[in-house]
């Protein structure tokens, strides 16, 4: 029989630091445990007594927190937290939205990511969970980061406060990250609807109601509600399938400069800057670039970027910055193609949100009710000279040959939903006059263009037209307009090569969802809103 091998002096070593550093890991764990529980507002359990469930609470040490190393453990989300999931040892981490003890032994605390919400129980056990770890998790503060393991339960009854209807009985609870004691705003105070605070102040309750600038001021808090995570995967989707759409019908994805010589639209409102000693400012939209792709022969293109306006607009729908979500495409004979494309891009887009997003739209719709978006099979298409009519039919006197002001689109918005029982539609065959100076003429009526605006819920979404593609008549229509011919002469002169009828539109993708989701603001569908008097966060 062969002697027992002896571990090596090496070894010895290594095993012995290994043990140190598992015993310097407890301690910690147990200090922030003992500095927690002293704090808290729990009495009665003693901090000196070491407690052998230590391990199972605590913060988690920073040196974890750098990818030190892959566990190899699965997390599960909150919002697949289901009946299902029924006696199964589960681990989240999610932010400690609210957290209360019950005497000594108990707590409950809900835990919220990504919007879904799921209440979860400690009590005090033999070997599960100790009076300490109690005191700790209490002292958690709100909006904190923690991972938490536990077994699922379903309750008797239905669960009020979260959005998942098991609940977790906690086994152990770390913190990965804490947020201040004290925050600016509360995300329940951010997520209450108006019709709540209104009900609360009819039976003699105050409840905080937080306003547009506090919630802008402390974005990062107010992003954290349930609607307005849901604004945001709304707003992705708009996005996507505007992107998938038009993918499928044979467009390509193009990405023009934001820096630019002259005006892109004419006009005053445009942020100048200086490149390089030379005059410059930033595009108010991709419009000319766009076009020169036609002329390049790309066919059918279409643009998802930034669009900035200068104008000093105070109001709910004006922004500084904004998504544009333009299209360009070749025309065989008449504009009412690009018109067509619009139909049949924004009906499937409305279809495809009602359908992906009823979560969401159910989130949105709690804090801010809304009725759902009208909308036809075939959209509606008048002529402005059929809604200048029905609009002084209504009593409403206005410029056959001018634009329609913000009341004028609204009433108008009205009678048509009244008389077509639809809340998205089509206006075309605008008078020249107010249409930018690339814009074609009709043929019949000079002082008409082939052109069109597309309304949602009484306001303007969409602006498209058929462009003009003759260089003498672009140069003479952009004198007119005011527009110095030198700083858009390379624009111009893409026209002199051979250019194809063309046309196109351009949308604000927060324009889109605000409408689409009724909402009152378009600051409540721009993640970081840029306007006049807004330049941070």
């Not at 910690?28 to 407690?51: K, L, N, Y």
């Not at 351009?506 to 989701?517: I, K, P, T």
Request: neutral net charge.
């Amino acid at each position: 029989m062969e002697p027992e091998q002896q571990p090596s002096q090496e070894t010895s070593k290594k095993a012995a630091k290994k043990e140190a550093a598992k015993a310097e890991k407890l301690r910690r764990r147990q200090e922030a445990a003992a500095a927690s529980a002293a704090a808290s507002g729990v009495a009665g359990v003693s901090i000196d007594t070491p407690d052998p469930l230590a391990a199972n609470y605590g913060d988690i040490p920073i040196e974890d927190l750098q990818s030190k190393a892959i566990s190899g453990r699965v997390w599960t989300t909150v919002s697949s937290l289901t009946e299902e999931l029924k006696d199964r040892t589960v681990l989240i981490r999610g932010r400690a939205q609210a957290i209360r003890a019950v005497g000594k032994k108990m707590a409950f605390f809900t835990v919220r990511e990504k919007g879904y919400t799921v209440q979860c129980v400690l009590t005090v056990a033999p070997d599960i969970a100790s009076a300490q770890m109690v005191k700790y998790a209490t002292a958690i503060s709100k909006e904190s980061f923690v991972d938490i393991e536990g077994v699922v339960t379903v309750p008797p009854e239905a669960i009020k406060g979260a959005s998942q209807q098991v609940e977790v009985q906690v086994r152990k609870i770390h913190c990965v990250n804490r947020a201040a004691a004290i925050l600016p705003i509360n995300v329940e105070d951010a997520a209450r609807s108006e019709v709540e605070i209104e009900k609360a102040l009819e039976a003699g309750e105050q409840l905080v109601r937080v306003n547009q600038d506090t919630r802008l001021n402390y974005r990062i808090l107010d992003l954290r509600t349930p609607a307005n995570q849901a604004i945001y995967r709304v707003e992705c989707q708009v996005a996507n399938l505007f992107r998938q759409y038009l993918l499928n019908e044979d467009f390509i994805e193009i990405n023009t400069p934001k820096l630019i010589a002259g005006s892109s639209e004419g006009g005053a409102a445009v942020f100048k800057l200086d490149y390089k000693k030379q005059p410059a400012c930033l595009a108010q939209s991709p419009q000319l670039h766009k076009q020169m792709a036609i002329c390049g022969d790309l066919g059918r293109v279409f643009i998802v970027g930034p669009v900035f306006r200068a104008e000093d607009s105070y109001t709910h729908r004006h922004l500084c910055e904004f998504t544009g979500l333009d299209i360009e495409m070749e025309i065989k004979e008449h504009y009412s193609e690009v018109m067509d494309v619009v139909d049949r891009l924004f009906v499937n887009m409305f279809d495809k949100l009602n359908e992906r997003c009823k979560k969401e739209l159910e989130a949105i719709g709690k804090q801010y009710p809304f009725t759902p978006l009208k909308y036809l099979r075939n959209t509606l298409r008048l002529t402005f000279e059929e809604g200048i009519q029905m609009l002084k039919e209504a009593g409403v006197e206005v410029d056959p040959l001018g634009d329609l002001n913000t009341e004028s689109e609204r009433t108008l918005g009205k009678l048509v939903l009244e008389k077509y029982g639809t809340e998205f539609y089509i206006l075309h065959r605008y008078p020249l006059a107010v249409r930018p100076f690339y814009t074609m003429p009709c043929p019949d009526n000079a002082l008409y263009s082939n052109s069109f605006d597309v309304f949602i819920r009484g306001e303007e979404i969409i602006s498209g037209a058929q462009r003009v593609h003759i260089p003498e008549l672009l140069e003479a229509r952009a004198t007119a307009c005011g527009i110095d011919v030198k700083t858009i002469s390379s624009y111009i002169d893409s026209f002199r090569y051979g250019a194809p009828p063309h046309g196109g539109i351009g949308v604000g993708l927060e324009r889109v969802v605000m409408l689409f989701c009724g909402l009152d603001n378009i600051r409540k569908v721009s993640l970081f809103p840029r306007d006049p008097r807004r330049l941070e966060p």
